[in-house]
């Protein structure tokens, strides 16, 4: 039995002497991102940029919404042929409204993207260097792991240095007809 502790014994001993503490860090990198308010700002100019929009669409909606009930007020009126033409029409103008829509959202959904990548890439230069001052081995986003302690959290540290920074965010107008 002794002879099984020594062996355990020397095993923790002698493997143990590998391991090395680091120091870690966790940061909550979609709060940076999310509260940053160059960020709020861009995203608030998105908007109003978008309202411009709003209104063209909003009337050829009000178009297609009438055609659609002129179609529907004239089929006993019109011979077979004469209500296929004008359904073919209205398919056509509602399949070129819906594409110009999904263009649209798709053209800022990317802007936002991008604005949220320039915002992220500023933050990993921001995590290297407090790594490096700080020597921690390891950096986790707040997302890949389940518990820590608070103190690990260095959220606050980084978003004070991010509001230093003057990130330049500009965004390309919807510019189709």
Same mark, same amino acid.
């Given at each position: ?9 020397? +095993?923790? =001993? ?10 870690? /860090?966790?940061?909550?990198? *979609?709060?940076?991102?999310?509260? =940053?308010?160059?960020? !709020? @700002? +861009?995203? &608030? %100019? ?5 309202? @411009? ?5 909003? $009337?050829?909606?009000?178009?297609? %919404?009438?055609?659609?009930?002129? !179609?529907?007020?004239? $089929? ?8 296929? *033409? ?12 819906? =594409? ?9 959904? =990317?802007?936002?993207?991008? !604005?949220? %990548? ?12 407090? /790594? ?10 707040? #997302? ?10 260095? #959220? $606050? $540290? ?13 965004? &390309? ?5």
């Amino acid at each position: 039995m002794r002879f099984i502790y020594l062996i355990i014994f020397l +095993t923790v =001993n002698v493997f143990s002497s590998g391991v090395v503490s680091q120091t870690i /860090a966790i940061v909550d990198v *979609q709060s940076l991102i999310d509260n =940053n308010e160059i960020y !709020i @700002k +861009t995203v &608030k %100019e998105i908007e109003n940029n978008q309202e @411009k929009y709003f209104e063209k669409f909003s $009337k050829q909606e009000k178009n297609l %919404e009438e055609m659609f009930l002129e !179609i529907e007020n004239s $089929k006993l009126i019109l011979n077979e042929t004469e209500l296929n *033409q004008k359904i073919e029409i209205y398919n056509n103008q509602l399949m070129d409204f819906t =594409n110009l829509l999904d263009d649209f959202n798709t053209h800022y959904q =990317n802007q936002i993207i991008i !604005i949220r %990548e320039i915002i992220l890439k500023e933050i990993i230069i921001l995590l290297e260097e407090y /790594a490096i001052n700080n020597n921690i081995d390891l950096i986790l986003d707040t #997302t890949s792991y389940l518990i820590a302690s608070n103190s690990l959290d260095i #959220t $606050k $540290k980084i978003n004070k240095d991010l509001m230093q920074l003057q990130i330049e965010m500009d965004f &390309k107008d919807f510019e189709k007809n």
